[in-house]
């Protein structure tokens, strides 16, 4: 993962701080009240802060120091330190320290980012994190998404633009996923998902559960 890249990222930019179509469709739709939230790659924190406020109590995992700090104290500002804990890891690496078990584990624009034998491995150690009936709510860039064909390929679903992506097989991810025994809620691959200014990627959506039954 591309950590300068991310460092150097929200320095300069920050980033917006409204929450995005995916964390309010997840709330709406399939994030039940009062949930313990783990987020992998939580960057500025714009969609940790938004369960939050929602009151769900959210951890949020991000390896770019400089950001966790920001989010830190933007949870002491907002008095809002007793639902949320950032912590400046490797998302990928277990096992993770954690302060309660989560009861979802929510992935936004953060399994692209990984290869695909770290997805895997993610995959697999989240199942044996969650609890039964626990929910692993998932959006990234599919191989569908235009911005394959741009910057150097590394290999057949590897790029390197201003920064690596790898972008995500999505029927073949939801079958790694049901083959770990996630059980499938929801599933979509489409774009007009994950809008943002100029961008209109296309994502695949997966909402799946632990099941051991």
């Known amino acids: ?92 690496e277990f096992p993770l320290e954690l302060q309660a078990t989560p009861t979802v584990v929510y992935s936004r624009f953060s399994m692209h980012t990984i290869s695909k034998p770290q997805r895997e491995h993610v995959a697999e150690k989240i199942y044996e994190l969650l609890p039964e009936s626990g929910i692993f709510l998932i959006e990234c860039r599919s191989t569908r998404d235009p911005l394959l064909n741009e910057g150097r390929r590394l290999s057949d679903t590897e790029t390197v633009t201003d920064h690596y992506r790898s972008f995500v097989d999505a029927n073949e991810f939801l079958a790694l996923l049901l083959s770990v025994g996630y059980r499938p809620k929801f599933f979509v691959e489409s774009n007009g998902l994950a809008t943002f200014e100029r961008d209109d990627p296309v994502v695949a959506r997966y909402v799946v559960t632990k099941s051991t039954g």
Not at 23 to 47: H, K, V, Y
Request: net charge negative; charged share 25%.
């Open 1 to 92: 993962m591309d950590k300068s890249y991310w460092d150097s990222y929200y320095r300069l930019k920050g980033g917006v701080h409204y929450p995005t179509s995916f964390a309010e469709t997840c709330l709406q739709s399939w994030i039940p009240r009062n949930s313990c939230i783990l987020e992998l790659g939580s960057g500025n924190g714009r969609d940790a802060f938004y369960f939050a406020e929602h009151g769900h109590m959210v951890i949020g995992i991000d390896q770019c120091e400089f950001v966790t700090a920001q989010n830190r104290q933007r949870a002491r500002e907002w008095c809002k330190q007793d639902r949320l804990t950032f912590v400046s890891s490797d998302f990928t």
